[in-house]
């Protein structure tokens, strides 16, 4: 039987490790860097050289993004949402998408440019007590309505309570992300607890 983390990305996906390193040399490449060079194309460490060119990069896609970002929050937030302790919420700025990147030590900072331009769409799961306390990001594809990746703490894979609010909400988002008269969301699930 698969191990949970076997299921995201699907079995024909490449592996997260072999997904860490090609994001490095994306990364590495855009920045410049040697990958001739054996110690640049095979860092000793390659979660240390991952984090380096993120940051690098991060800086380079903060610039001219502010105005995007705030155009693609306001089109996304339609899709903000909390159910069962947890919620969700598109990232607002390439600055929330590099604190975002720093806390859970993974890429995201770089996915800023995809972000604003519409290409791709990145939103923050927290906890309902702690909302402003990273805990998973997810890439959502707009066109097909599918999740693309959903990674918590250095890349980690979804637990079961974050899976089922993230099926929670992309049925509701795929139902067309209805709201009652006073803009709360209206879930099958919520329907269903309802006392008859």
């Not at 024909?12 to 194309?41: C, F, H, K």
């Not at 693609?72 to 975002?100: C, H, N």
């Not at 693309?148 to 067309?176: D, H, I, K, M, Y």
């Amino acid at each position: 039987m698969p191990e949970p983390e076997d299921e995201d990305p699907p079995a024909d996906a490449v592996p997260p490790d072999v997904q860490i390193l090609t994001d490095y040399w994306s990364m590495a490449e855009r920045l410049g860097w040697d990958l001739g060079n054996e110690r640049v194309r095979f860092p000793h460490d390659l979660f240390a050289a991952h984090d380096e060119a993120t940051a690098q990069v991060a800086q380079l896609e903060e610039k001219g993004l502010a105005s995007q970002c705030r155009v693609r929050r306001m089109v996304l937030r339609k899709y903000a949402f909390a159910a069962d302790g947890l919620l969700i919420r598109p990232a607002a700025s390439q600055q929330e998408l590099t604190d975002e990147g720093n806390a859970l030590h993974h890429c995201v900072s770089t996915y800023g440019k995809r972000h604003a331009n519409g290409k791709t769409a990145i939103f923050f799961i927290r906890m309902k007590n702690a909302p402003q306390k990273s805990f998973y990001t997810l890439e959502l594809d707009e066109l097909e309505l599918r999740v693309r990746q959903n990674r918590g703490l250095r890349n980690c894979p979804r637990t079961p309570e974050v899976l089922a609010f993230e099926e929670l909400w992309l049925s509701w988002v795929r139902a067309g992300a209805p709201r009652d008269s006073a803009g709360k969301p209206i879930c099958r699930k919520a329907v269903q607890a309802r006392p008859a």
